[in-house]
Protein backbone atom coordinates (compact mmCIF):
# COMPACT_ATOMS: atom_id res chain seq x y z
CA UNK A 1 0.00 0.00 0.00
CA UNK A 2 1.10 2.94 -1.08
CA UNK A 3 1.75 6.38 0.99
CA UNK A 4 -1.10 8.54 -1.19
CA UNK A 5 -3.45 5.19 -0.57
CA UNK A 6 -2.94 5.60 3.57
CA UNK A 7 -3.18 9.31 3.27
CA UNK A 8 -6.48 8.91 1.74
CA UNK A 9 -7.85 6.44 4.15
CA UNK A 10 -6.99 8.82 6.71
CA UNK A 11 -8.39 11.84 5.55
CA UNK A 12 -11.78 9.48 4.51
CA UNK A 13 -11.59 8.24 8.07
CA UNK A 14 -11.50 11.79 9.23
CA UNK A 15 -14.50 12.61 7.09
CA UNK A 16 -16.11 9.52 8.88
CA UNK A 17 -15.62 10.58 12.51
CA UNK A 18 -18.99 9.04 14.66
CA UNK A 19 -18.99 12.28 16.30
CA UNK A 20 -19.99 14.46 13.14
CA UNK A 21 -23.81 13.72 12.94
CA UNK A 22 -23.96 16.20 10.80
CA UNK A 23 -22.52 14.27 7.78
CA UNK A 24 -24.35 11.45 8.54
CA UNK A 25 -27.48 12.89 8.39
CA UNK A 26 -26.10 14.55 5.32
CA UNK A 27 -25.73 11.27 3.91
CA UNK A 28 -28.40 9.57 4.69
CA UNK A 29 -30.65 12.09 2.71
CA UNK A 30 -28.49 11.99 -0.39
CA UNK A 31 -29.24 7.99 -0.22
CA UNK A 32 -32.99 8.97 0.29
CA UNK A 33 -33.44 11.46 -2.54
CA UNK A 34 -31.73 8.62 -4.82
CA UNK A 35 -34.05 6.15 -4.61
CA UNK A 36 -36.02 6.64 -7.94
CA UNK A 37 -32.77 5.88 -9.86
CA UNK A 38 -32.96 2.21 -8.43
CA UNK A 39 -35.49 0.47 -11.01
CA UNK A 40 -32.93 0.94 -13.90
CA UNK A 41 -30.02 -1.27 -11.92
CA UNK A 42 -32.20 -3.96 -10.89
CA UNK A 43 -33.22 -4.73 -14.57
CA UNK A 44 -29.74 -5.41 -15.27
CA UNK A 45 -29.61 -7.82 -11.89
CA UNK A 46 -32.24 -9.83 -13.09
CA UNK A 47 -30.95 -10.75 -16.59
CA UNK A 48 -28.10 -12.29 -14.71
CA UNK A 49 -30.47 -14.23 -12.94
CA UNK A 50 -31.03 -16.77 -15.69
CA UNK A 51 -27.68 -17.55 -15.97
CA UNK A 52 -27.27 -18.05 -12.26
CA UNK A 53 -30.76 -20.42 -11.58
CA UNK A 54 -29.17 -23.35 -12.65
CA UNK A 55 -26.76 -23.35 -10.03
CA UNK A 56 -27.74 -25.82 -7.52
CA UNK A 57 -27.39 -23.84 -3.61
CA UNK A 58 -27.01 -27.18 -1.96
CA UNK A 59 -24.04 -28.23 -4.00
CA UNK A 60 -22.27 -24.83 -2.88
CA UNK A 61 -21.44 -25.91 0.68
CA UNK A 62 -19.95 -28.96 -0.30
CA UNK A 63 -18.11 -27.72 -3.23
CA UNK A 64 -15.77 -25.42 -0.49
CA UNK A 65 -14.52 -28.59 0.79
CA UNK A 66 -14.42 -30.85 -1.49
CA UNK A 67 -11.25 -31.06 -4.02
CA UNK A 68 -12.93 -33.20 -6.84
CA UNK A 69 -15.47 -31.27 -8.28
CA UNK A 70 -13.03 -29.24 -10.18
CA UNK A 71 -15.47 -30.17 -13.21
CA UNK A 72 -19.03 -30.95 -12.06
CA UNK A 73 -19.86 -26.75 -11.83
CA UNK A 74 -19.06 -24.03 -13.64
CA UNK A 75 -21.87 -21.68 -12.81
CA UNK A 76 -20.02 -19.76 -10.24
CA UNK A 77 -18.47 -17.61 -12.72
CA UNK A 78 -21.49 -17.14 -14.32
CA UNK A 79 -21.32 -14.04 -17.16
CA UNK A 80 -17.54 -14.06 -18.78
CA UNK A 81 -15.10 -16.10 -20.12
CA UNK A 82 -13.51 -17.39 -17.25
CA UNK A 83 -13.69 -20.92 -16.92
CA UNK A 84 -14.37 -22.49 -13.16
CA UNK A 85 -11.72 -25.11 -12.96
CA UNK A 86 -10.97 -25.24 -8.84
CA UNK A 87 -12.73 -25.69 -5.85
CA UNK A 88 -12.09 -21.67 -4.72
CA UNK A 89 -13.56 -20.74 -7.35
CA UNK A 90 -16.58 -22.86 -7.32
CA UNK A 91 -16.92 -21.36 -3.57
CA UNK A 92 -17.72 -17.87 -4.42
CA UNK A 93 -21.19 -17.07 -4.33
CA UNK A 94 -23.17 -16.38 -7.20
CA UNK A 95 -24.19 -12.70 -6.50
CA UNK A 96 -25.62 -11.55 -9.64
CA UNK A 97 -27.92 -13.83 -7.76
CA UNK A 98 -28.75 -11.35 -5.25
CA UNK A 99 -30.52 -8.57 -4.57
CA UNK A 100 -27.43 -6.03 -4.12
CA UNK A 101 -27.35 -2.81 -2.43
CA UNK A 102 -30.30 -1.15 -3.64
CA UNK A 103 -30.57 2.36 -3.79
CA UNK A 104 -29.12 3.57 -7.14
CA UNK A 105 -25.50 2.30 -6.07
CA UNK A 106 -24.15 -0.44 -8.72
CA UNK A 107 -25.19 -4.14 -8.26
CA UNK A 108 -21.93 -6.36 -7.69
CA UNK A 109 -19.98 -8.38 -10.02
CA UNK A 110 -18.05 -11.06 -9.37
CA UNK A 111 -15.82 -13.67 -11.11
CA UNK A 112 -12.90 -16.32 -10.61
CA UNK A 113 -10.75 -18.98 -11.89
CA UNK A 114 -7.93 -21.06 -11.48
CA UNK A 115 -4.84 -20.59 -14.07
CA UNK A 116 -1.98 -22.54 -13.66
CA UNK A 117 -1.15 -22.20 -10.08
CA UNK A 118 -3.56 -19.20 -9.27
CA UNK A 119 -6.42 -18.64 -8.49
CA UNK A 120 -7.46 -15.20 -9.44
CA UNK A 121 -10.71 -12.97 -8.88
CA UNK A 122 -12.15 -10.13 -10.68
CA UNK A 123 -14.48 -7.94 -8.11
CA UNK A 124 -16.18 -4.60 -8.23
CA UNK A 125 -16.32 -4.77 -4.37
CA UNK A 126 -19.70 -3.83 -4.03
CA UNK A 127 -21.68 -5.62 -1.49
CA UNK A 128 -24.52 -8.19 -2.39
CA UNK A 129 -27.14 -6.85 0.20
CA UNK A 130 -28.35 -3.95 1.02
CA UNK A 131 -25.97 -1.35 1.84
CA UNK A 132 -26.53 0.93 5.43
CA UNK A 133 -24.17 3.80 5.19
CA UNK A 134 -22.35 4.29 8.25
CA UNK A 135 -19.97 6.88 7.56
CA UNK A 136 -20.16 9.64 4.46
CA UNK A 137 -18.28 7.90 1.88
CA UNK A 138 -20.94 6.84 -0.82
CA UNK A 139 -20.51 3.10 -2.15
CA UNK A 140 -18.78 2.93 -5.07
CA UNK A 141 -17.72 0.38 -7.35
CA UNK A 142 -13.57 -0.11 -7.78
CA UNK A 143 -12.71 -2.60 -9.87
CA UNK A 144 -10.44 -5.26 -8.36
CA UNK A 145 -8.24 -8.09 -9.47
CA UNK A 146 -6.53 -10.50 -7.00
CA UNK A 147 -4.66 -13.41 -8.02
CA UNK A 148 -3.58 -15.91 -5.31
CA UNK A 149 -1.73 -18.88 -4.65
CA UNK A 150 -3.66 -22.13 -5.71
CA UNK A 151 -1.73 -24.55 -4.00
CA UNK A 152 -0.51 -22.27 -1.06
CA UNK A 153 2.18 -23.56 1.31
CA UNK A 154 2.87 -22.47 5.02
CA UNK A 155 5.95 -20.25 4.83
CA UNK A 156 9.14 -20.49 7.47
CA UNK A 157 7.73 -17.34 8.66
CA UNK A 158 4.38 -15.63 9.31
CA UNK A 159 4.45 -12.36 8.32
CA UNK A 160 1.77 -9.02 8.95
CA UNK A 161 -1.32 -8.36 7.47
CA UNK A 162 -1.71 -4.40 6.22
CA UNK A 163 -2.39 -1.95 8.53
CA UNK A 164 -4.12 -0.41 5.86
CA UNK A 165 -5.55 -2.22 3.39
CA UNK A 166 -6.88 -5.56 1.55
CA UNK A 167 -5.94 -8.97 3.80
CA UNK A 168 -8.13 -11.09 1.71
CA UNK A 169 -11.28 -11.12 -0.23
CA UNK A 170 -14.60 -12.89 0.61
CA UNK A 171 -16.67 -15.43 -1.19
CA UNK A 172 -19.19 -12.31 -2.24
CA UNK A 173 -16.48 -10.10 -4.04
CA UNK A 174 -15.89 -7.72 -1.02
CA UNK A 175 -12.33 -7.24 0.55
CA UNK A 176 -11.64 -7.61 3.93
CA UNK A 177 -9.09 -5.53 6.24
CA UNK A 178 -7.47 -6.41 9.56
CA UNK A 179 -9.49 -5.82 13.02
CA UNK A 180 -8.25 -1.59 13.08
CA UNK A 181 -8.95 1.54 11.61
CA UNK A 182 -6.84 4.37 10.71
CA UNK A 183 -4.97 7.26 12.20
CA UNK A 184 -8.33 9.10 12.50
CA UNK A 185 -10.77 9.61 14.41
CA UNK A 186 -10.03 6.88 16.92
CA UNK A 187 -6.42 5.99 16.00
CA UNK A 188 -6.17 1.90 14.85
CA UNK A 189 -9.18 1.50 17.27
CA UNK A 190 -11.20 -2.04 16.81
CA UNK A 191 -14.68 -0.95 14.11
CA UNK A 192 -16.11 -3.75 14.98
CA UNK A 193 -15.35 -2.73 18.91
CA UNK A 194 -16.84 1.06 18.07
CA UNK A 195 -19.71 0.03 16.32
CA UNK A 196 -19.16 1.37 12.95
CA UNK A 197 -19.37 -2.07 10.76
CA UNK A 198 -23.00 -2.99 9.13
CA UNK A 199 -25.10 -6.30 10.09
CA UNK A 200 -22.22 -8.07 7.37
CA UNK A 201 -19.13 -6.43 9.53
CA UNK A 202 -18.52 -4.07 6.26
CA UNK A 203 -18.41 -0.19 5.82
CA UNK A 204 -17.15 1.67 3.04
CA UNK A 205 -13.82 3.80 2.97
CA UNK A 206 -12.54 3.95 -0.15
CA UNK A 207 -14.58 1.07 -1.20
CA UNK A 208 -16.47 -1.20 0.81
CA UNK A 209 -14.72 -3.52 3.25
CA UNK A 210 -15.57 -5.94 6.14
CA UNK A 211 -13.58 -5.92 9.36
CA UNK A 212 -14.91 -9.45 10.16
CA UNK A 213 -16.95 -12.31 8.33
CA UNK A 214 -20.42 -13.21 9.22
CA UNK A 215 -21.14 -16.80 7.83
CA UNK A 216 -24.82 -15.34 7.57
CA UNK A 217 -24.12 -13.11 5.02
CA UNK A 218 -21.73 -14.94 2.72
CA UNK A 219 -23.69 -18.38 1.92
CA UNK A 220 -25.76 -19.12 -0.81
CA UNK A 221 -28.84 -19.06 1.85
CA UNK A 222 -27.43 -15.25 2.64
CA UNK A 223 -27.94 -13.82 -1.03
CA UNK A 224 -30.96 -12.09 0.13
CA UNK A 225 -31.56 -8.09 0.79
CA UNK A 226 -30.60 -8.25 4.77
CA UNK A 227 -28.64 -11.48 5.48
CA UNK A 228 -27.79 -10.39 8.88
CA UNK A 229 -31.78 -11.23 10.45
CA UNK A 230 -31.24 -14.98 9.05
CA UNK A 231 -30.73 -16.96 12.08
CA UNK A 232 -27.32 -17.77 12.98
CA UNK A 233 -25.59 -20.99 11.74
CA UNK A 234 -26.02 -24.45 12.82
CA UNK A 235 -23.12 -25.03 15.18
CA UNK A 236 -23.40 -28.53 14.86
CA UNK A 237 -22.77 -28.24 10.90
CA UNK A 238 -19.38 -27.43 9.52
CA UNK A 239 -18.81 -24.11 8.38
CA UNK A 240 -17.97 -23.05 4.96
CA UNK A 241 -15.18 -21.05 2.99
CA UNK A 242 -16.24 -17.46 3.38
CA UNK A 243 -13.26 -16.07 1.95
CA UNK A 244 -9.27 -16.00 1.24
CA UNK A 245 -6.47 -14.45 2.43
CA UNK A 246 -3.96 -13.23 -0.17
CA UNK A 247 -1.63 -16.00 0.66
CA UNK A 248 -3.76 -18.55 -0.81
CA UNK A 249 -5.66 -20.07 2.27
CA UNK A 250 -9.42 -20.23 2.94
CA UNK A 251 -11.09 -18.54 5.89
CA UNK A 252 -13.78 -20.92 6.77
CA UNK A 253 -16.75 -20.09 9.02
CA UNK A 254 -16.13 -20.76 12.89
CA UNK A 255 -16.97 -24.23 13.12
CA UNK A 256 -15.30 -27.31 12.23
CA UNK A 257 -14.53 -30.80 12.86
CA UNK A 258 -12.03 -32.17 14.76
CA UNK A 259 -11.03 -35.06 13.35
CA UNK A 260 -10.70 -36.43 9.59
CA UNK A 261 -13.63 -39.00 10.74
CA UNK A 262 -16.22 -35.69 11.89
CA UNK A 263 -16.69 -37.19 14.82
CA UNK A 264 -17.73 -33.74 16.36
CA UNK A 265 -17.96 -30.10 15.13
CA UNK A 266 -16.47 -27.12 17.40
CA UNK A 267 -16.25 -23.82 17.55
CA UNK A 268 -12.65 -22.21 16.63
CA UNK A 269 -11.55 -19.63 18.91
CA UNK A 270 -9.31 -16.72 18.62
CA UNK A 271 -6.26 -16.95 21.15
CA UNK A 272 -5.98 -13.19 21.65
CA UNK A 273 -7.14 -11.54 24.63
CA UNK A 274 -8.26 -8.48 25.70
CA UNK A 275 -5.82 -6.72 27.73
CA UNK A 276 -6.87 -2.70 27.32
CA UNK A 277 -9.40 -0.39 25.47
CA UNK A 278 -9.93 -1.24 21.91
CA UNK A 279 -11.42 1.61 20.80
CA UNK A 280 -7.89 2.93 19.42
CA UNK A 281 -4.82 0.56 18.69
CA UNK A 282 -6.43 -1.97 18.81
CA UNK A 283 -3.81 -4.41 18.16
CA UNK A 284 -1.87 -2.90 21.91
CA UNK A 285 -5.25 -3.95 23.13
CA UNK A 286 -4.49 -7.38 22.63
CA UNK A 287 -2.46 -10.27 23.71
CA UNK A 288 -1.87 -13.69 21.83
CA UNK A 289 -1.87 -16.06 24.49
CA UNK A 290 -0.40 -20.03 23.44
CA UNK A 291 -2.55 -22.56 24.35
CA UNK A 292 -2.88 -26.33 24.53
CA UNK A 293 -6.72 -26.53 23.81
CA UNK A 294 -7.03 -27.71 20.11
CA UNK A 295 -9.95 -25.26 19.42
CA UNK A 296 -8.02 -22.21 20.42
CA UNK A 297 -6.04 -21.35 16.55
CA UNK A 298 -2.90 -19.81 16.27
CA UNK A 299 -1.14 -16.14 16.22
CA UNK A 300 -2.51 -15.73 12.35
CA UNK A 301 -6.21 -17.13 13.30
CA UNK A 302 -5.53 -20.48 11.89
CA UNK A 303 -4.78 -23.83 12.24
CA UNK A 304 -3.30 -27.38 10.15
CA UNK A 305 -7.51 -28.87 9.98
CA UNK A 306 -7.94 -32.61 9.99
CA UNK A 307 -7.38 -33.21 6.75
CA UNK A 308 -3.35 -31.67 7.13
CA UNK A 309 -4.18 -28.27 5.40
CA UNK A 310 -3.99 -25.54 7.16
CA UNK A 311 -6.36 -22.61 7.12
CA UNK A 312 -7.82 -19.42 8.88
CA UNK A 313 -11.11 -19.28 10.54
CA UNK A 314 -13.55 -16.46 10.83
CA UNK A 315 -13.66 -15.73 14.77
CA UNK A 316 -16.52 -13.40 16.63
CA UNK A 317 -13.71 -11.58 18.56
CA UNK A 318 -10.48 -9.50 17.57
CA UNK A 319 -9.09 -10.33 15.37
CA UNK A 320 -11.66 -12.21 13.70
CA UNK A 321 -10.48 -12.91 9.95
CA UNK A 322 -6.44 -12.98 9.99
CA UNK A 323 -3.77 -12.13 13.04
CA UNK A 324 -0.93 -12.70 10.55
CA UNK A 325 -0.13 -14.69 7.09
CA UNK A 326 0.78 -17.99 7.46
CA UNK A 327 1.68 -18.39 3.33
CA UNK A 328 3.02 -16.09 1.67
CA UNK A 329 0.78 -12.90 0.32
CA UNK A 330 0.75 -12.17 -3.24
CA UNK A 331 -0.31 -8.52 -4.30
CA UNK A 332 -3.58 -7.47 -5.09
CA UNK A 333 -5.53 -5.26 -7.44
CA UNK A 334 -6.39 -1.85 -7.10
CA UNK A 335 -7.40 -1.11 -3.21
CA UNK A 336 -5.16 -4.04 -2.45
CA UNK A 337 -2.05 -5.48 -2.21
CA UNK A 338 -0.10 -7.34 0.78
CA UNK A 339 2.89 -4.40 1.15
CA UNK A 340 2.66 -1.71 3.41
CA UNK A 341 2.83 -1.53 7.55
CA UNK A 342 2.17 -4.53 9.51
CA UNK A 343 -0.27 -4.65 12.61
CA UNK A 344 0.81 -7.99 14.34
CA UNK A 345 2.29 -6.50 16.92
ZN1 LIG B 1 -10.23 -25.64 10.76
Not at 180 to 203: K, L, M, R
Request: with cysteine; proline share 8%; hydrophobic share 30%.
Amino acid sequence: MNRTLIALLGLLMLTACPDDDDDFAANDDDVADDDDAATDDDDAATDDDDVASDDDDATDDDDATDDDDATDDDDATDDDDTTSDCWQADALLDVASAPGPGGDNPDPELSGACSGDEFIVESNQIPHYTFVPLTPNALEAVDATWTVDRTPEVAAETSDIPLLGTAGFTVGGTPFFGPNEAETPDPYGDPVYNGITDGCNGHTAFAYDNHALKQVCLTPAGLVAEPWTLDDPDPDVESPVLGFALDGFAVYGPYGCVDEGCSEIVEYVSGYVQIADPSTYAWDAHEYQDSKDPEVLDECNGHVGPNGDYHYHATSTFPYILGCYRGTAQGGGPGGGGGGPGGGG
